[in-house]
């Protein structure tokens, strides 16, 4: 059984810093997609950043560009999110997904796998 398992989120004022993390078991992702989507309250979950494992490239949201930062650790099986100088925007349930696809995956549809979601609330 597969699983993702994220962490980190919290309350954080703006200009701070959250690392979530993403663990997966049951399955390698050794080669695959991964991303990270967000919602807000009263919104449809978007797209904020994508890794494919295997080569590390990353690819973002242009709303988090230079700001959050995608990376992974092959040994943890873990996939993280930095994000940096957060905005009260950024307030939002953030989901890990991994796919059984290759590349950088942009689509919700393109994902097999979810996590539950961690909150992340910025405060002004």
């Known amino acids: 059984q597969v699983q993702l398992v994220e962490s980190g989120g919290g309350l954080v004022q703006a200009g701070g810093s959250l690392r979530l993390s993403c663990a997966a078991s049951?399955?390698?992702?050794?080669?695959?997609?991964m991303g990270w989507f967000r919602q807000a309250p009263g919104k449809e979950r978007e797209f904020v950043a994508a890794i494919n494992w295997g080569s590390g490239t990353t690819y973002y949201a242009d709303s988090v560009k230079g700001r959050f930062t995608i990376s992974r650790d092959n040994a943890k099986s873990t996939v993280y999110l930095q994000m940096n100088s957060l905005k009260p925007e950024d307030t939002a349930v953030y989901y890990c997904?991994?796919?059984?696809?290759?590349?950088?995956?942009?689509?919700?549809?393109?994902?097999?796998?979810w996590g539950q979601g961690t909150q992340v609330t910025v405060s002004s």
């Open positions: 049951g399955r390698t992702f050794s080669r695959n997609a």
């Open positions: 997904a991994g796919s059984l696809r290759i590349g950088l995956l942009t689509m919700e549809f393109a994902y097999d796998y």
